[in-house]
């Protein structure tokens, strides 16, 4: 089964995040809101997200400070972080977003449509990952029976080339036991 992508809302002010989650309606990706960095933190123990919306303004634990904590998990490193602010266009403010490691900084008001065109590729490049991972351990499931078939294949090679009379039946079981995965 398939788990759905999210997207982590973080923003003091309950009615931008509303807003937020009324412009991500109708995408293939599930809204987590929450009203502090402390709680995005926390959310965030608990969660896998495809991206995070974060307010670079908030009091006590503001944006900047929320997404260094984030950057320096190792779990939650790798998580895209767009900015969102009130402030005008301060190049500083925007430097220090992509200094702590967002890919984006976006100042109010901006056109949901541009919002939601990025949250979507966020979106698809999680769920890329996700299938990638899952074909990836399925490439080394299979490598590992091909491992275990060609063991055995060996082994039962190496008994018929001698001359021990019950040989050929222990080849025989060796080979259909890798055959039907059942331990040797």
């Known amino acids: ?17 509303m807003a937020l989650e009324a412009i991500l309606q109708g995408l ?49 490193r790798h998580v895209p972080i767009i900015f969102l602010t009130a402030a005008d266009r301060d190049a500083q403010l925007a430097l220090r977003g992509y200094q702590v490691g967002a890919v984006d900084y976006l100042t109010k008001p901006f056109d949901p449509w541009v919002l939601r065109a990025k949250v979507s590729v966020f979106v698809e490049l999680w769920v890329k990952t996700r299938q990638l991972a899952a074909q990836s351990d399925l490439v080394r499931e299979r490598d590992a029976q091909w491992r275990v078939l060609t063991d055995a294949v060996d082994e039962a090679t190496a008994l018929l080339r ?23």
Not at 34 to 62: N, Y
């Open 1 to 17: 089964m398939t788990q759905m992508a999210k997207a982590l809302l973080v923003d003091d002010r309950r009615e931008n995040l």
């Open 28 to 76: 293939p990706v599930q809204a987590v809101a929450v009203e502090s960095g402390e709680a995005a933190l926390k959310q965030l123990l608990v969660d896998d997200f495809a991206v995070i919306l974060l307010d670079a303004q908030m009091p006590d634990m503001d944006g900047f400070e929320t997404a260094g904590h984030i950057k320096r998990r190792e779990r939650t």
């Open 162 to 184: 001698t001359d021990d009379p019950d040989a050929r039946d222990h080849a025989v079981e060796l080979l259909e036991q890798a055959r039907w995965g059942t331990p040797t």
